[in-house]
Structures are given as structure tokens and as C-alpha cells.
């Protein structure tokens, strides 16, 4: 006999059907590839490229500072709305890596407990039934499900190669801007690995005003770039009066489980966001945001990381167009986005994304993540384990990305 649970469930997440839908959703398919792969091949190494997680752990010093402070009596209790003192090392930190100067610790900087959580709350500050969030996609979800979930729209911006994965923001119809309220960004960018510029930012701020549209700038990836100085959306004149950049030091500093970032930005914003917050979660425990204020006070962290994924990309790169594709080495981020083939040579035709990555995985047991929101794309990740005696190792790191190549030259690809 069925529940009566069954019938209670709310109408965002399915209502009566709740759990009885068949939709296959797009990571539980690699899944189940992986699944397959390794009953198929179980002498063969799965090389795992489709995870955007950070492959070490976040270093020493970092622990130390968490394990000394998670002794202290006065560390024990509730955090709420975040300690001033990590608020005042993010404002150091913007100045002093970003460039951005003027930040008030105070009123203008707000932990939270991870950048996902901190999109979700955003959402629930500002959206309305029958506003309207501008999204960029491909891209991370969280903001448009919340939107839909609070009664809102989302109207897609799609980022095409053709335009540099920027979103084209003249091509928004009046009616849309008219109920807009907030435009999410993400860069640099995952999965496309596209960084900003400051010329894009300055339109952004332009048409923020001339529109009033809140901005939500994701800067999960903000300091992994390769060829150029990080930059902040912050940076550009005005930037402050329209929005807020989200900063996380899950990528940056390897803090991946510790789930911790920082907003800042905005007065207003920040302090609607607070609000939300506060009646959403007690704050992140004082010993991690401890440990990320040392973090941001020792920014050649993220230095050595950025390196070591620079590195790998550009080998990536030259794997890969060797193999025929057409790989260039991204703006920021660790990932790396390639066009897919057309098929192979012996008759196999990729009619998408998830197909040639399903085959990827299946056949050759290298898995990569789908993207086929603005063309057939796959992400390929170079945070890839490749360790040895517990740490990581250029050599196997080098023995993994050959094997990758080895693997695919097996295959005849198609482009054209």
C-alpha cells in the first residue's frame, strides 16, 4: 500500500510523483558507464578525467591551524553570520590578490557554509514567482533550480565558442529584461575554462544599471588562471554598486569537504543575504574558518596548485591535438572543453556529447563529463589522480596522460 507521504511531497521537487520519474539525469549515466566498464574490463585501470574536484588535500599548515583551534574551548559554539576576523583577511585578500580596494569588512563581507548554499540563498533573497534569473549555460545549476523552486524563470544565455563562451547580453528580448532580476556568472568559467574580461565586465555593470539586475559572479575558479592575472568582477568601476562575487576555497586551497567560502560586495545584498542565512544554518565551524583565514593570509597556496594544473593542461593540450582535435589551453579553471568528433573512421557516428562520452567511457574506460547545452562539447578535468609514495608525482602523472593518448589512438576520429 502506498503512503500517504507519497501525496505530500511539494510540487518543486516532483509532488505526487516524487521518486517515480525514469529520467536518467546525465552524472548518474557515467555512473552506471563506469559501472559497466569495470564488469566488462576489470584488469583495466578507469582513468577518472570527469571529476571537478581538487585531487589533494589542503596542506599542512592548513590542517594544523584546524586541529590546534578545534582544542579551544572558546571555538565550540555556534559560528552564525561568520567571525570578523576571517571577514577582514577576505578584504585584505580581494586588495591584495584581485586588486579590489575599498571592501568594508564589516558590511560587505559574509561567510558561507560553501559557495553551492551561497547561491542557493541568494536566489531565496530576491526571486518571486514570475521573476526571471539570466543563466549562462552550460553551467552550474544550483541558481536556476532554486529559482524554479521559488516560482521564478530562468531564460538561458548560451555561451558559444563563437563569442569567446561570453554571454551575448544584447540579445536578451525587452520583455525578459523587464522581469529580470538577477544574472548569474561564472569565471572563470566551468566547464568551458573561458575567463572575463575587464571590457565584458564593464558591459556587465552598464547594462546591471540600465536594467536594474542584480549580478552574481561565481568566482569558484577565481584565482586558477593561466594566462592572465586573476581578475575580479569587483575590479571594475561600479561593480560594487550592482552586485556580489562569491569566492570558495574548496578549488583554490583544496578545502573541497570543509565547505567554506565568502560573499562579498554589495551592502545590501550581503545584508539580505545574512538575513536569509541566518534562518538557514548556524554558521561554518570557527576552527575551519580559522584555517581559511590563514588560507587566504598565504595566497602562494593556490600558487603551487595553479602551477601544477597549468602543467598538466598544457599537456592535455598537445595530447590532444596531436590525437586531431582542436584543444586550447583555457583562461582559468582545471578543466579543459573540447569539440567532439563526428564519428570514427570504422562507422561510429557521435550524434552528441553524452554519446562520444558514454563510448569514451565504455570502450576505452577514460571518463569525462557531457555538455551539449551550447554545442557537443566534453569536459576533461586535470585535478586526475596521480600519486606515488603519497604524493603527487609529475612521472605518474605523466604515465597517466600517455596512457590517455595511448588509448585514443587506437581510435580513427572523424572531425569533419
Same mark, same amino acid.
Given at each position: 500500500?502506498?503512503?500517504?507521504?507519497?501525496?505530500?511531497?511539494?510540487?518543486?521537487?516532483?509532488?505526487?510523483?516524487?521518486?517515480?520519474?525514469?529520467?536518467?539525469?546525465?552524472?548518474?549515466?557515467?555512473?552506471?558507464?563506469?559501472?559497466?566498464?569495470?564488469?566488462?574490463?576489470?584488469?583495466?585501470?578507469?582513468?577518472?578525467?570527469?571529476?571537478?574536484?581538487?585531487?589533494?588535500?589542503?596542506?599542512?599548515?592548513?590542517?594544523?591551524?584546524?586541529?590546534?583551534?578545534?582544542?579551544?574551548?572558546?571555538?565550540?559554539?555556534?559560528?552564525?553570520?561568520?567571525?570578523?576576523?576571517?571577514?577582514?583577511?577576505?578584504?585584505?585578500?580581494?586588495?591584495?590578490?584581485?586588486?579590489?580596494?575599498?571592501?568594508?569588512?564589516?558590511?560587505? %563581507?559574509?561567510?558561507?557554509?560553501?559557495?553551492?548554499?551561497?547561491?542557493?540563498?541568494?536566489?531565496?533573497?530576491?526571486?518571486?514567482?514570475?521573476?526571471?534569473?539570466?543563466?549562462?549555460?552550460?553551467?552550474?545549476?544550483?541558481?536556476?533550480?532554486?529559482?524554479?523552486?521559488?516560482?521564478?524563470?530562468?531564460?538561458?544565455?548560451?555561451?558559444?565558442?563563437?563569442?569567446?563562451?561570453?554571454?551575448?547580453?544584447?540579445?536578451?528580448?525587452?520583455?525578459?529584461?523587464?522581469?529580470?532580476?538577477?544574472?548569474?556568472?561564472?569565471?572563470?568559467?566551468?566547464?568551458?575554462?573561458?575567463?572575463?574580461?575587464?571590457?565584458?565586465?564593464?558591459?556587465?555593470?552598464?547594462?546591471?544599471?540600465?536594467?536594474?539586475?542584480?549580478?552574481?559572479?561565481?568566482?569558484?575558479?577565481?584565482?586558477?588562471?593561466?594566462?592572465?592575472?586573476?581578475?575580479?568582477?569587483?575590479?571594475?568601476?561600479?561593480?560594487?554598486?550592482?552586485?556580489?562575487?562569491?569566492?570558495?576555497?574548496?578549488?583554490?586551497?583544496?578545502?573541497?569537504?570543509?565547505?567554506?567560502?565568502?560573499? %562579498?560586495?554589495?551592502?545590501?545584498?550581503?545584508?539580505?543575504?545574512?538575513?536569509?542565512?541566518?534562518?538557514?544554518?548556524?554558521?561554518?565551524?570557527?576552527?575551519?574558518?580559522?584555517?581559511?583565514?590563514?588560507?587566504?593570509?598565504?595566497?602562494?597556496?593556490?600558487?603551487?596548485?595553479?602551477?601544477?594544473?597549468?602543467?598538466?593542461?598544457?599537456?592535455?593540450?598537445?595530447?590532444?591535438?596531436?590525437?586531431?582535435?582542436?584543444?586550447?589551453?583555457?583562461?582559468?579553471?582545471?578543466?579543459?572543453?573540447?569539440?567532439?568528433?563526428?564519428?570514427?573512421?570504422?562507422?561510429?557516428?557521435?550524434?552528441?556529447?553524452?554519446?562520444?562520452?558514454?563510448?569514451?567511457?565504455?570502450?576505452?574506460?577514460?571518463?569525462?563529463?557531457?555538455?551539449?547545452?551550447?554545442?557537443?562539447?566534453?569536459?576533461?578535468?586535470?585535478?586526475?589522480?596521480?600519486?606515488?609514495?603519497?604524493?603527487?608525482?609529475?612521472?605518474?602523472?605523466?604515465?597517466?596522460?600517455?596512457?590517455?593518448?595511448?588509448?585514443?589512438?587506437?581510435?580513427?576520429?572523424?572531425?569533419?
Amino acid at each position: 500500500m502506498e503512503s500517504y507521504i507519497q501525496n505530500l511531497f511539494a510540487e518543486r521537487i516532483g509532488g505526487k510523483n516524487f521518486g517515480k520519474e525514469d529520467v536518467i539525469y546525465k552524472f548518474e549515466k557515467i555512473k552506471r558507464a563506469k559501472r559497466e566498464a569495470k564488469s566488462r574490463f576489470p584488469d583495466v585501470e578507469l582513468i577518472d578525467m570527469g571529476v571537478g574536484e581538487p585531487d589533494e588535500m589542503a596542506d599542512p599548515e592548513v590542517i594544523d591551524v584546524l586541529y590546534n583551534e578545534a582544542k579551544k574551548h572558546e571555538n565550540r559554539g555556534y559560528a552564525d553570520n561568520g567571525i570578523q576576523e576571517l571577514k577582514d583577511a577576505a578584504a585584505e585578500y580581494m586588495e591584495k590578490v584581485y586588486g579590489v580596494k575599498g571592501i568594508n569588512p564589516v558590511n560587505e %563581507v559574509i561567510h558561507s557554509v560553501g559557495s553551492k548554499p551561497a547561491l542557493a540563498y541568494i536566489t531565496s533573497v530576491f526571486i518571486n514567482p514570475g521573476d526571471i534569473t539570466l543563466m549562462t549555460a552550460p553551467g552550474y545549476p544550483v541558481t536556476a533550480t532554486h529559482t524554479k523552486w521559488y516560482g521564478g524563470e530562468v531564460y538561458t544565455l548560451p555561451l558559444l565558442e563563437e563569442n569567446g563562451f561570453l554571454p551575448d547580453l544584447e540579445s536578451i528580448p525587452e520583455d525578459v529584461k523587464k522581469r529580470a532580476k538577477i544574472l548569474y556568472l561564472n569565471y572563470p568559467n566551468n566547464p568551458t575554462g573561458a575567463q572575463a574580461t575587464v571590457e565584458f565586465y564593464k558591459k556587465v555593470v552598464e547594462f546591471a544599471k540600465e536594467n536594474n539586475i542584480i549580478v552574481v559572479q561565481d568566482a569558484a575558479y577565481g584565482a586558477l588562471t593561466y594566462n592572465s592575472k586573476p581578475l575580479s568582477f569587483l575590479s571594475v568601476d561600479g561593480a560594487k554598486d550592482v552586485g556580489v562575487e562569491i569566492h570558495s576555497f574548496s578549488k583554490a586551497f583544496n578545502m573541497t569537504g570543509w565547505r567554506l567560502a565568502f560573499v %562579498v560586495g554589495n551592502e545590501l545584498i550581503v545584508k539580505g543575504f545574512a538575513t536569509v542565512k541566518d534562518n538557514f544554518d548556524s554558521g561554518q565551524f570557527i576552527p575551519i574558518q580559522k584555517a581559511g583565514i590563514y588560507c587566504l593570509k598565504h595566497p602562494e597556496i593556490t600558487e603551487r596548485t595553479r602551477q601544477k594544473y597549468e602543467r598538466r593542461l598544457k599537456k592535455m593540450v598537445n595530447i590532444f591535438n596531436e590525437l586531431g582535435f582542436d584543444a586550447k589551453m583555457p583562461g582559468g579553471t582545471f578543466y579543459l572543453y573540447l569539440k567532439i568528433p563526428k564519428g570514427t573512421k570504422n562507422g561510429i557516428v557521435f550524434n552528441n556529447a553524452e554519446e562520444f562520452s558514454q563510448y569514451l567511457i565504455k570502450e576505452k574506460l577514460i571518463s569525462t563529463v557531457p555538455w551539449d547545452d551550447a554545442g557537443s562539447f566534453v569536459r576533461l578535468a586535470a585535478c586526475f589522480s596521480a600519486f606515488k609514495d603519497g604524493k603527487v608525482s609529475e612521472e605518474e602523472e605523466d604515465r597517466v596522460l600517455n596512457e590517455v593518448k595511448r588509448r585514443l589512438s587506437e581510435i580513427e576520429f572523424v572531425f569533419e
